[in-house]
């Protein structure tokens, strides 16, 4: 990596404390165009969580390790292209977090989640009779990296689109709220954006399997 030699990496969690951890957050939510009383942040100090929803909840967890590594990671990223350097700035820093935050309080906004999450349950119920159909052994530690029945892969695609189109209503909602303060900072949601997009983990059989609790699910049905 030549990061260091654009960037000051180290300058990323000076920045943070200057903007003082959970106000940092409490300032991007004031600026964001949302029924305030619809969002609670819960911010940890010391887990390393990364920024994520509970839509159900209405709540958006937040840590200051996981958001440093996604600043780190992000801006890694951005170094690996060709495109307009983005400045390690307080501002953008603070910009960073809004685009984050406006994207996380996207999924709470989302109207088709549920559509989505039951269209999931759907294709998850048919991956479980899948491997029972085809007895693949969940036993064998590599049973994901082998060939897999056309059913099964075509399942794990539907799977991947599925989770491709939420994140994508994320986005877009998102940017509808996130009330941009400047070019600078849209251009800074825009590549987070193609950042997140990117680096997402869609998930192998092996994921949707340990997240889904489909062990427990085929052994209900044996
Ligand atoms: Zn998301």
């Known amino acids: 990596m030549t990061c260091s030699n654009i960037y000051d990496l180290k300058k990323i969690p000076i920045y943070y404390e200057e903007l003082r951890g959970k106000k940092l957050f409490t300032k991007a939510l004031s600026e964001i165009d949302v029924n305030k009383k619809s969002v609670h942040l819960f911010y940890y100090k ?26 780190y990671n992000f801006y890694f990223f ?9 400045e390690i700035s307080k501002q953008n820093i603070f910009s960073i977090a809004k685009s984050a935050l406006s994207h996380e309080i996207g999924h709470l906004l989302d109207p088709n989640l549920s559509n989505i999450k039951s269209a999931s349950n759907e294709i998850i119920l048919s991956i479980a ?8 052994d969940l036993k064998d530690d590599y049973y994901y990296k082998k060939n897999l029945p056309l059913e099964i892969e075509d399942s794990i695609i539907q799977f991947k ?38 680096t997402y983990n869609y998930g192998n059989l092996k994921d949707i399997v340990a997240e889904n609790n489909v062990e427990k699910y085929i052994k209900s049905l044996l």
């Open 46 to 71: 010391n887990a390393n969580i990364p920024i994520c929803a509970l839509p159900k909840l209405g709540v958006v967890i937040i840590s200051k390790r996981g958001f440093l590594s996604f600043c």
């Open 78 to 86: 951005i170094n690996s292209f060709n495109t307009k350097n983005i």
């Open 129 to 136: 009779n899948g491997i029972i159909k085809y007895n693949i």
């Open 161 to 198: 689109k599925n989770n491709v189109t939420r994140e994508i209503n994320a986005w877009n909602i998102g940017k509808t709220i996130a009330n941009f303060q400047s070019d600078t900072e849209r251009y800074i949601f825009e590549k987070i954006k193609e950042y997140a997009l990117a």
